[in-house]
């Protein structure tokens, strides 16, 4: 099945803006979404259906995609951000869920 | 308030079967697809395969030989069935809700995980 890849570690300064990315046939297909995780935590999703935000999850947090890569913005980092975030999709041939393998953001 | 709780046995020996129950309260159970994910010590996720409301399953190919997933509608649960395991299957089992809205795919709700692991 589709495989996702994404950059395995991102470091960002306080406050500036930083961008993680997914890559993967599936997402010409199918919208990424994205889940941030924390030590000893189940994820939590942060990004659905192309770019909307749960209840809760800070605007700050925005979605963007083109062909086969999708992006994980972050306007303003703050260090809870601190943590890995994981892009997630279906692939639509075999209709098998797919993962990256994670990207950990580390606010400096 | 919509919540899955989960459970099973959480330290298995070598050949023996994993086995993890989820159940759905606060909401429905048509119309989602409900999965099961793992994660091994410190690495990444991994789809384990899904369910739907009628039965109808989906499994990683990588697993798909060792895996059952089954569903009880009548009591908002489904179930995982691993045989065979062996310590390369000791990782943090989740069990989710996936929402398939082509072309829009995600999993809106989470169990809290339950650590298996697997030692002699």
């Known amino acids: 099945s589709s495989e996702l890849t994404q950059d395995p570690a991102v470091s960002v300064a306080l406050g500036q803006t930083v961008r993680i990315t997914c890559q993967g046939d599936?997402?010409?297909?199918?919208?990424a979404s994205w889940y941030q995780q924390k030590p000893g935590q189940a994820p939590v999703l942060v990004i659905y259906a192309k770019d909307n935000r749960p209840s809760g999850i800070p605007d700050r947090f925005s979605a963007s995609s083109s062909g086969n890569t999708a992006s994980l913005t972050i306007t303003g980092a703050q260090a809870e951000d601190e943590a890995d975030y994981y892009c997630n999709s279906r692939d639509r041939s075999s209709n098998h869920v797919v993962f990256g393998g994670g990207t950990k953001l580390t606010v400096l | 308030q919509v919540q899955l709780q989960q459970w099973g046995a959480g330290l298995l020996k070598p050949s023996e079967t994993l086995s993890l129950t989820c159940a759905l309260s606060?909401?429905?159970?048509?119309?989602?697809?409900w999965n099961w994910i793992r994660q091994p010590p410190g690495k990444g996720l991994e789809w384990i395969g899904e369910?739907?409301?009628?039965?109808?399953?989906n499994y990683n190919p990588t697993l798909k030989s060792r895996v059952t997933i089954s569903v009880d509608t009548s009591k908002n649960q489904f179930s995982l069935r691993l045989t065979s395991v062996t310590a390369a299957d000791t990782a943090v089992y989740y069990c989710?809700?996936?929402?398939?809205?082509?072309?829009?795919?995600?999993?809106?709700?989470w169990g809290r995980g339950t650590l298996v692991v697997v030692s002699s």
């Open positions: 369910i739907n409301h009628r039965g109808g399953t």
């Open positions: 989710a809700r996936g929402n398939n809205r082509y072309p829009y795919w995600h999993f809106d709700l």
């Open positions: 606060g909401g429905s159970f048509t119309n989602y697809y």
């Open positions: 599936s997402l010409r297909n199918y919208y």
